[in-house]
């Protein structure tokens, strides 16, 4: 793959602001939702959250040059990929440890990351590389076909189109986004170029932590929560020391009676 065939950038700052919208809200409202339902703690289905975030997407992204595609792969899970239709580019969104997880897992062959990433490669449909070990069994290889009719499902009106796959992956702390970039990727999901977009990244009130000379921190990390553990015995204690206390008082005053 030529380097100068690599486009520059993937995608406008103004867009970039929007995808980072789109996920921090659907953090909110999902929280929201459980919060109105009377729940304290967030257990929810993993996919619960992914509903709203590309229910988002979908709003956000309404507008030309973008088109939002629905795509389900099963019963339990589907999502939307958005697709420029000026520069031919598609996006997926993904959590950065969920993009490297499908990476390792050799056995996910047509995992729909690893089928829309192979429009990557100068060739159609290229095949994974892995290490050669002495087995006594064949080692499974995706099947190209396999690929063209995956792709055929999911996108068939714009498959053959499309220039390039953006892996937008991101991670995020208790106060939303804490990272985000544009990927280009191979079918074995080895990145070969990366856009950095974590300066779109505005810090929310809560991550302001020097505003002396008007500037503003932004931590990397979440800063640990701090618990106040009151000084002094718990009140069942201290009612047992009173107790006690008033006992030996008694006996006290009983022998000196008693003299």
Known sequence: MLKSSIPKDVLAERYVRLVIKAINDSKEQQYQELNGRGFNINNGRYQDRWNYLFHNIEVLFSDKPFKCYEICRSALWGFVAI?????????????????????NDHESMYHYVKVLNSINSNKPFITISKPKQISLFPTKEPSSEHIFDDLESMLSDIKDEIKWCVDILFTENANGVDSISGNLAT?????????????????????????????????????????????????????????????????????????
Do not use: C, H
């Not at 697709?83 to 990476?103: A, H, M, P, Q, V």
């Not at 990244?201 to 932004?218: A, H, Q, R």
């Open 187 to 259: 079918y074995d999901l080895d990145i070969f170029k990366t856009y950095n977009w974590n300066k779109y990244i505005v810090p929310t009130i809560t991550e302001i932590s020097d505003t002396k000379e008007g500037g503003i921190v932004k931590s990397d990390k979440n800063p640990p929560i701090e618990l106040k553990i009151r000084k002094g015995k718990p009140r069942e204690y201290k009612e047992q020391d009173m107790v006690a206390k008033k006992e030996k008082d008694d006996r006290g005053k009983k022998n000196t009676d008693g003299n």
């Open 83 to 103: 697709y420029n239709l000026g520069s031919k580019i598609l996006y997926i969104i993904l959590k950065k440890d969920r993009f490297n997880t499908i990476k």
